[in-house]
């Protein structure tokens, strides 16, 4: 299979699996022209990759899954292992944006949105205090 087929068959931009190539993650084989030729094996391994990337994984954590992927005798605890912590960078995460959203939501609702120049959300962002009318 060219790039393109492979692109449509995964839903992987033929740049995207340019760039796995480029970094190890696939290996097609190479026509006599040159030319990419991938096989059932490398469309699996795509797809694998696609699917783990939409669930946030890091280039790392697909090349250690799809190492384990590949190895018969692997144990699912290092697989879940890798799983466990990106759900906990996820999990820190949502934190640290939900404490985002209270601190926006506070200094929206502070702001009278008026024709006044002062304004809580730019004292905020500059680090001073509005005073009190």
């Known amino acids: 299979m060219n790039i393109g087929e492979v692109s449509r068959a995964v839903g992987l931009p033929a740049k995207t699996i340019r760039y796995y190539e480029d970094i190890g993650l696939v290996r097609p084989l190479r026509g006599a022209n040159g030319y990419r030729d991938f096989n059932e094996q490398d469309l699996h391994k795509l797809a694998f990759l696609g699917r783990s990337r939409s669930l946030g994984f890091s280039i790392n954590d ?9 190895d018969r005798d692997r144990a699912s605890a290092d697989v879940k292992a890798v799983a466990a912590e990106h759900l906990e960078r996820i999990t820190q995460k949502i934190s640290e944006l939900q404490a985002l959203k209270s601190t926006l939501e506070n200094l929206v609702t502070r702001c009278s949105g008026d024709e006044r120049p002062d304004c809580p959300i730019l004292s905020d962002l500059s680090g001073h205090k509005l005073k009190s009318s």
């Open 62 to 70: 697909c090349r250690t899954l799809l190492s384990l992927y590949e």
